[in-house]
Nanobody, 125 residues
Framework: VQLQASGGGLVQAGGSLRLSCAAS????????MGWFRQVPGKEREFVAA????????RYADSVKDRFTISRDKDKITVYLQMNSLKPEDTAVYYC???????????????????WGQGTQVTVSS
């Protein structure tokens, strides 16, 4: 499965961006999908994840109430709506897929089997 992330860019603090992640195969419709982010010199950190049916989501505390993860009805496209962006949200954002139909999305990057190429998000103060 290949994942293609897009939607990053430069935005002022308080602004919004929407990231998209499209999977190349329909088998991904049954996978847990997630977003992680990484800044240079730091470990990759969990941002948000969603189960295959969209019934269960999970967020990092740092983005809760500001970011929303969702899946399109075809379930192979996942979105991350980011509102009230802060300079500390600046990072490369990666989408990932876990080949698991589990009901609890994992926050650990080692649980995910497929990764997109990353998209840069820069929030200016």
């Amino acid at each position: 499965v290949q994942l293609q992330a897009s939607g990053g860019g430069l935005v002022q603090a308080g602004g919004s961006l929407r990231l998209s992640c499209a999977a190349s195969e329909r088998t991904a419709s049954s996978y847990i999908m997630g977003w992680f982010r990484q800044v240079p010199g730091k470990e990759r950190e969990f941002v948000a994840a969603i189960t295959w049916g969209g019934s269960r989501t999970r967020y990092a505390d740092s983005v809760k109430d500001r970011f929303t993860i969702s899946r399109d009805k075809d379930k192979i496209t996942v979105y991350l709506q980011m509102n009230s962006l802060k300079p500390e949200d600046t990072a490369v954002y990666y989408c990932a897929a876990e080949a698991d139909v589990g009901i609890v999305p994992s926050v650990f990057d080692r649980s995910y089997d497929y990764w997109g190429q990353g998209t840069q998000v820069t929030v200016s103060s």
